[in-house]
């Protein structure tokens, strides 16, 4: 098992920056998943936004979110970031991280929702006008 807690959110300004975190714990081992980074906004269907390999040498994100949304981790602490930067009023949504053996060495792909395991509860972020 792998327990999932993200934190970082809050009630920002259009055109700020956040960056979300991601902390893992529990007997498997992080650094084994590929993290994920999705989103829900209100009445919508989850969003993905980026993922990253085990080793951290890939990423990967849609044409849509790149240049605004930088994931990273750091497997020695156990924890993926979002940098999320240009904030705008439609990113506001629950921000969720999660791991699980996504992407085309396991014959998924990054944003398919169903390729991860493990979720967190999820951190809210708010962009006003």
């Known amino acids: 098992q792998v327990q999932l807690a993200e934190s970082g959110g809050g009630l920002v300004r259009a055109g700020d920056s956040l960056r979300l975190s991601c902390a893992a714990s529990g007997r498997r081992t992080f650094s084994s998943y590929t993290m994920g980074w999705f989103r829900q906004a209100p009445g919508k269907e989850h969003q993905f936004i980026a993922a990253?390999?085990?080793?951290?040498?890939?990423?990967y994100s849609t044409d849509s979110m790149k240049g605004r949304f930088t994931i990273s981790r750091d497997n020695a602490k156990n924890t993926v970031y979002l940098q999320m930067d240009d904030l705008k009023p439609e990113d506001t949504a629950v921000y969720y991280c999660?791991?699980?053996?996504?992407?085309?060495?396991?014959?998924?792909?990054?944003?398919?929702?169903?390729?991860?395991?493990?979720w967190g509860q999820g951190t809210q972020v708010t962009v006003s006008s």
């Open positions: 999660a791991a699980g053996f996504a992407g085309p060495t396991y014959g998924t792909r990054y944003e398919d929702r169903a390729a991860y395991d493990y």
């Open positions: 990253i390999t085990w080793s951290g040498g890939t990423t």
